[in-house]
């Protein structure tokens, strides 16, 4: 199974910037970005298939870009506009066969990294 390693997380004030990386072990098609915070259900950020095809989430549309470099096995969510209620562990993950948000159409996951966005 391919291995997910994210990194890029961290701490920012509102209205600052981040940008999160994924580099997979091996050829994935679709993948996407989740995030949860304690006692909450995870939750689909954005996904893009192998055609760079993307969907977002409501809460994200205008703030957020995913990127996928198929070439590398890399996948990016460049993060503007941070708000205190993007605090959260973000996950990538692949194997879905379309860009979807639903976290059980994904069967391998990374670690996660860890967003604070400070008011």
């Known amino acids: 199974q391919v291995q997910l390693v994210e990194s890029g997380g961290g701490s920012v004030q509102a209205g600052g910037s981040l940008r999160l990386s994924c580099v997979a072990s091996?050829?994935?098609?679709?993948m996407g970005w989740f995030r949860q915070v304690p006692g909450k259900e995870r939750e689909g950020v954005a996904a893009?298939?192998?055609?760079?095809?993307?969907v977002y989430a409501d809460s994200v549309k205008g703030r957020f870009t995913i990127s996928k470099d198929n070439a590398k096995n890399t996948l990016t969510l460049q993060m503007n506009s941070l708000k205190p209620e993007d605090t959260a562990t973000y996950y990538c993950?692949?194997?879905?066969?379309?860009?979807?948000?639903?976290?059980?159409?994904?069967?391998?996951w990374g670690q996660g990294t860890q967003v604070t966005v400070s008011s």
């Open positions: 091996g050829y994935t098609s679709t």
């Open positions: 993950a692949t194997g879905a066969h379309v860009a979807e948000l639903v976290p059980g159409r994904y069967n391998a």
């Open positions: 893009i298939d192998r055609w760079r095809s993307s």
